[in-house]
């Protein structure tokens, strides 16, 4: 099910935008749930990812679209932005967010038909496992394959990612079981690794953009023949 969320404070739009989707739902026969937010603030608070397309108008009352736009990319890396809006000049701003199109009111449906066509292309073509992680009062949503390594610190753990590193309260074991099939491995007690992302093994450690990571040496051996798997498949 495609998961689409529209974020305009507009209710002849929204009713349009609901009713563009539902014909679109028909002609593709694709299952889409639609939710829908009355302002930047609403979809921003308390945000658990999720969705798949957030359509956005840029002019709300509240918080615009472009401030509701960062707000989310701070969150989540990998949701498709379309900007619905009369005012272009904002609209190709949306390089800045990532955003992937904008559709011009009044909106048509055969344009927005195929910028929905677009936009699911994408969707496809990008199939990826993501992660959502607690940090503080909020959540962060990360692709799995963008983690490098986990460690261990107490009660918490740090995510080590392409993204930056996040803290979260979580148990090693937890993750470890969680994570096995994305071919991680638990190197030592302290440490969880992205095997598609050791780059060697030097002493007794194993190296991830150059940052050398312990391996234990009751797992030394398990260690090793997941490496040379991994090297074997490359």
């Known amino acids: ?32 749930k639609v939710t829908v937010f009355g302002d930047g603030e609403d979809i921003t608070e308390n945000y ?12 709300m009352r509240f918080m615009d679209g472009m401030t509701t736009a960062e707000k989310i990319r701070q969150m989540d890396q990998k949701v498709i932005i379309m900007f619905i809006t009369n005012m272009i000049q904002y609209a190709v701003r949306g390089y800045e967010v990532d955003a992937m199109d904008y559709v011009v009111k009044p909106v048509e449906y055969f344009s927005f038909s195929q910028k929905l066509d677009k936009a699911v292309g994408r969707m496809r073509s990008e199939v990826k496992e993501f992660l959502t992680i607690p940090i503080g009062e909020g959540v962060v949503k990360i692709d799995i394959a963008d983690i490098y390594f986990i460690e261990g610190q107490r009660h918490n753990v740090i995510y080590y990612t392409s993204r930056g590193d996040y803290c979260s309260r979580i148990t090693m074991k937890e993750l470890e079981e969680k994570l096995a099939v994305h071919n991680f491995f638990r190197c030592a007690k302290g440490y969880l690794v992205n095997m598609n992302h050791v780059e060697g093994f030097v002493g007794s450690d194993c190296v991830i953009h150059n940052v050398h990571i312990p391996v234990s040496r009751t797992r030394k051996k398990e260690f090793m023949n997941l490496l040379l798997q991994n090297l074997n498949m490359e």
């Open 1 to 32: 099910m495609i998961q689409i969320a529209i974020v305009e404070d507009e209710e002849i739009y929204v009713k349009q935008l609901t009713e563009y989707i539902r014909k679109y739902q028909t002609e593709r026969g694709r299952s889409i």
């Open 48 to 59: 658990r990812g999720g969705f798949d397309i957030i359509l956005m108008d840029i002019q």
